[in-house]
């Protein structure tokens, strides 16, 4: 079988170093805190209209919309003109530390600064951060928010988007063919996972043919919206029946909580092997691809009225 990309064996991937950045994939408030002058980070804060009402001093408003798709596929790519466009207005240098602020309200809120971390990631940056625990967690500790907006300068980039950790339509439909050796990593809710309800903007219920769930989560303590910082893949993966050099593609509904897993996994675990299907299942049904879980056309219309 072909794979989606050429790697190193499973034990050259939990070996492998996490990347060098200021921080590390994550950063605590306290530590954030505590080197703001020294790192001189650009803080990213990605709520939207929360921003006006108190964020950390020196933050840029970028609203987690600007890194997502339309409507009908909110997981889709956006063009390449279009981010460096987006990136050139925020300021942003490939060079400075990035740190990505969600709220910090669920642990769904984490999925935003992951699907954003990934972008950047796949779109050049090396430094980058998530805030974990975000806004709210910078509150718990005692830190001050302001509320004058800031803004940088304009910049200029010439973005290269990386498709090392991606795997588009064509290829997750051909690892459910098995053309392809990967494991497919439904991030969604079990009621999600087994068809009893789906995204609204999807043509109908279901998950990927040979999936299997492992719901993000898993990756954070009951009740918390920050993220382990330290997670041992061996057992998971163990667990999940992964063989060894075998990729990872994880999904959800639109690349958003499947964005947590592919970053608890790569970033904060350092496996080299694992890829997010940003369209995810929205992009997939959409398509008319074969499905599993997915009830009839009497199932698919109650699920929808459930949903509504």
């Not at 990347?19 to 990213?44: K, N, W």
């Not at 408003?61 to 987006?86: D, H, I, M």
């Not at 718990?140 to 010439?158: I, T």
């Not at 690892?175 to 789906?198: M, S, V």
Request: contains cysteine; hydrophobic residues 40%.
């Amino acid at each position: 079988m072909r794979r989606l990309a050429s790697i190193a064996t499973l034990g050259a991937a939990l070996a492998a170093p996490l990347s060098a950045a200021t921080f590390g994939p994550l950063v605590s408030p306290s530590d954030l805190h505590s080197q703001l002058d020294s790192a001189s980070p650009i803080l990213l804060d990605i709520r939207g209209d929360a921003y006006a009402e108190g964020h950390i001093d020196n933050a840029v408003s970028a609203p987690y919309g600007l890194f997502r798709g339309p409507e009908e596929n909110p997981g889709q790519l956006l063009e390449v003109a279009t981010l460096e466009q987006r990136y050139e207005a925020l300021g942003l240098e490939l060079e400075r530390p990035v740190v990505i602020v969600p709220e910090g309200a669920t642990d769904t809120d984490f999925g935003a600064a992951a699907r954003v971390y990934w972008t950047l990631k796949s779109s050049g940056f090396t430094d980058l951060s998530i805030l974990n625990g975000g806004v709210r967690g910078w509150l718990a500790e005692g830190h001050a928010l302001e509320k004058a907006p800031s803004a940088l300068p304009k910049s200029e980039l010439d973005i290269v988007f990386s498709e090392a950790w991606t795997a588009d339509t064509d290829a997750v439909l051909a690892a459910t063919r098995g053309e392809i050796d990967a494991l497919l990593l439904d991030a969604r809710p079990d009621e999600f996972y087994q068809g009893k309800k789906g995204h609204a903007a999807a043509a109908k219920p279901g998950t990927l043919p040979g999936a299997k769930n492992h719901v993000y989560t898993a990756f954070f303590d009951e009740g918390s919206s920050a993220i382990d910082s330290a997670i041992d893949a061996s057992p998971l993966l163990e667990a999940l029946g992964v063989n060894d050099g075998e990729e990872i593609v994880s999904f959800c509904n639109t690349g958003h909580w499947a964005a947590t897993n592919w970053f608890a996994l790569s970033e904060v675990a350092g496996l080299d092997n694992v890829k997010l299907y940003p369209g995810s299942m929205v992009e997939y049904s959409n398509a008319g691809h074969e499905m599993e879980n997915s009830p009839g056309l009497v199932g698919n219309f109650v699920n929808r009225l459930r949903s509504n």
